[in-house]
């Protein structure tokens, strides 16, 4: 019994004190973008402005273009290119990113609820050209290239007759060229209502958690965003 009590606080004690070392962030996202379909294909364009440290610092601003066909119905494969330029403050470095996408996404409707499916391949090249050491030496990051898998699962829920529609999402991110071995890194939770302004015109707002995971020193980030997209039809 008394084992069991100590194996119990130990437990405990680890738990808190993983949590009391992982730092919180709060950042504010916005985009605006557009859309386009074409028989089976769909052409979006997308500007994202994000901040951290308490909303008090750019993290990054970002412009993408994608492109996805359908190959059935409910099954899409598709490709995007991300220009990010990103704020490296523990460097105080601005530095432009190339981001390329891969995907395939599916999704399936169950009466008033639409089940999605997101699976990405992603690979990030980054300029470390400025993030000088105290010695002169240019500190170049560990992985890069970096190769991410990224899984997203969303549900949403379609409410008759009302102009929001509810969801939730969980996304993981997990490593592929880790010279240390690759595990998961990071997992998002989106909590998320969509507002059709008319036709051609819709606003999601939402909250979303990012949470860093298997790193030396985690960041939690709550974050609260709002996005704007119009459909050419």
């Known amino acids: ?4 009590i100590a194996a119990s606080v130990i437990f ?9 070392a ?7 996202w916005t985009s605006i973008g557009g859309e386009k379909k074409l028989g089976k294909w769909d052409f979006n364009a997308e500007a994202e402005l994000r901040t951290k440290d308490n909303s008090g610092q750019v993290n990054r601003w970002s412009l993408q273009l994608e492109a996805a066909y359908s190959i059935i119905k409910p099954l899409k494969i598709g490709a995007s290119y991300q220009f990010i330029y990103f704020h490296d403050t523990e460097y105080w470095d601005f530095q432009p990113r190339n981001r390329f996408n891969l995907f ?6 169950l009466g008033n609820f639409t089940f999605s499916l997101r699976e990405r391949a992603q690979l990030t090249t980054k300029d ?3 993030r000088i050491k105290k010695s002169g030496k240019i500190n170049t990051y560990k992985i890069n290239p970096e190769w991410t898998w990224r899984n997203r699962l969303k549900v949403e829920y379609n409410i ?6 509810p969801s939730l999402s969980f996304e993981s991110f997990y490593q592929l060229n880790n010279p240390d071995g690759n595990t998961f890194d990071d997992m998002r939770y989106t ?3 969509a507002y059709n302004l008319t036709k051609h015109n819709q606003l999601e707002i939402y909250g979303l958690l990012d949470n860093e995971v298997n790193v030396s020193d985690p960041v939690r980030t709550f974050v609260t965003g709002i996005g704007f997209t119009h459909s050419f039809k």
Do not use: H, N, Y
Request: aromatic share 14%; glycine share 6%.
């Open 1 to 4: 019994m008394k084992s069991r």
């Open 12 to 20: 405990f004690f680890l738990i808190s004190k993983a949590i009391l």
């Open 22 to 28: 992982q730092t919180e962030d709060f950042g504010i």
């Open 104 to 109: 395939l996404s599916g999704k399936q409707k």
């Open 128 to 130: 470390a050209s400025d």
């Open 160 to 165: 008759p007759k009302f102009p929001v529609t």
């Open 191 to 193: 909590l998320s209502f």
